[in-house]
């Protein structure tokens, strides 16, 4: 048996040993006050919901999801399979005012980093009494990093997407825009909106149009190099396959950024091409020679006398190029006689006049794949009066758009058909109307070529490659009256003549003469040569040989009579 032995301290040990009793218990009391002050802190949020602030105030915070952002905007594609516009992922930066401590040294910060924000309207935004505002939409990755970097309380991040084009300006009045939401304000974005979203029931399909980037780029640039040496303000072109109506070109200067419109005037969103609409001038004269063949009321043979200006209704009829004799109707056609064609017009007479113009579309609004189509200017009556001024394009207002589909059913047989800017499929059988006979086609042909050959269109001529067509040259009419001084000058044209694949059309507004011109500013001098140079660069890209012009072959396939009674000209 083990007897208990009992340990007993004095002194200093017992001391020490009451000491560190003391300081244990001290250290119990401290750490139960301190769990029950947090118990019942807990117990105070929990009653009074103070906890789901946090949550429910971030979910209010944040912007409410918009239509678009549901899925992927379709892509826009050349003919080719280029890509003209698609839809990337992005971030955008947005605030929470209510949280930001400083507005000013807030705003002071991010535009220290974001540099194109304006420093006072950030302040505002941020020192509102809100608690949600964007600071800016589609922000670059370094933008937000830096922003993230400045450790701001009250900014915050969100997904988006961002519609992006990247040939920028060479295509933008036909591909158009789409505003902050992607929502197509503009172009095929617009007139093909519905189809190119994505939304929760479908997804977008993508779209092909009928324009080749190479011929879009030569076609921009001689614009905008004769728009420059000729001082025009602007200018448009387009470039159409004559058999399926297919715009392979289209362009509208000025035009701008489609990936920044809001820095562009609003004159530089102007399609000129589809909605402006122009009295055309001497083009016309091609409608009303194929008319006049058309009916029966001239041949070739016949033609009319040109001496003396014609007095009408207060209205003086001159020529501009006058031979002052009398002029078969290739001569007419080929020196773009106002006169001869007046009255070549008056013989048909308006009602027939009329019915003849609206089978080639040019008297309504044309249809196209595009929301910004203009509509042709009529004439209040259409009179005689009417009809010999619009024979030469005078009184009538119409579209580059119609002028060129309506040359192109004059050039490939005699069948209208409605243009369009989607890529068709290849051995797509067109639907058309005929609005000539095949005979009248081939003649204009031959008078088209006539023109470039021994005419007023002599610096369109292409070698090799059989240009044809007609100068168009008008004074502008402003406000009721003409403007003498303001000239639309166009040259619109087919190629190869003896087998027409595509129509070209230039036009300039309100081109100056110069050293080069010797002063003059017509069609004939600032426009045809457009053609030329344009057609020397996208035949080969179109895959349209070049021939010999002087071959017995070519010279037999584009022989016309003149029928001249002026000795020197006779026949060739």
Known sequence: MVEQQTIRLEGSAKEALELGRNRLVVAGVLFAFCFFVLAGRLVGLALTGIGQETDEHVAEVRPKPTQVVSGVRAPIYDRSGKLLAVTLDTVSLFADPSKVLDAREAAEKIVSVIEDLDPEQLERKLAANRNFTWVKRHITPTEQKAVNDLGIPGLFFREEEKRVYPMGPLVSHLVGYTDIDNKGIAGIEKYFDDQLETTDDKVGEPLYLSVDLRVQYALREELSRFMTVFQAIGASGIVMDVNSAEILGMVSLPDFDPNRPQDFPKDSKFNKATLGVYEMGSTFKAFTTAMALENRTVSLRDGYDATDPIRIAGFRIRDDHPKKRWLSVPEI?????????????????????????????????????????????????????????????????????????????????????????????????????????????????RLMRLVVEKGTGRNANAEGYLVGGKTGTAEKAVNGRYKRDALV????????????????????????????????????????????????RIGPILGVKPVDEESDAIRKAMHIPVYSREKKLATF
């Not at 009529?378 to 009184?395: A, D, Q």
């Not at 589909?405 to 639907?431: K, Y």
């Open 333 to 445: 056609f080929m020196y773009s006689s106002n006169i001869g064609t007046a009255k070549m017009a008056e013989d048909v007479g308006p009602k027939r006049h009329r019915a003849f113009l609206d089978k080639l579309g040019l008297l309504r609004r044309p249809v196209v794949e595009l929301p910004e189509v203009g509509a042709p200017i009529l004439p209040p009556r259409w009179n005689t009066l009417e009809t010999m001024t619009i024979s030469y394009g005078h009184g009538l207002s119409v579209s580059p758009l119609q002028l060129s589909s309506a040359i192109s059913s004059i050039v490939n047989g005699g069948v209208f058909h409605n243009p369009t800017v989607l890529r068709r499929d290849v051995g797509e059988e067109v639907s058309g109307k005929r609005v000539v006979s095949k005979k009248t086609s081939n003649v204009l042909r």
């Open 489 to 536: 000058t166009s040259f619109v044209s087919a190629f190869p003549m003896n087998n027409p694949r595509y129509v070209v059309l230039a036009m300039l507004d309100e081109p100056k003469g110069n050293a080069s011109t010797h002063g003059f500013r017509s069609a004939g001098w600032t426009t045809a040569p457009i053609v030329a140079r344009l057609i020397s």
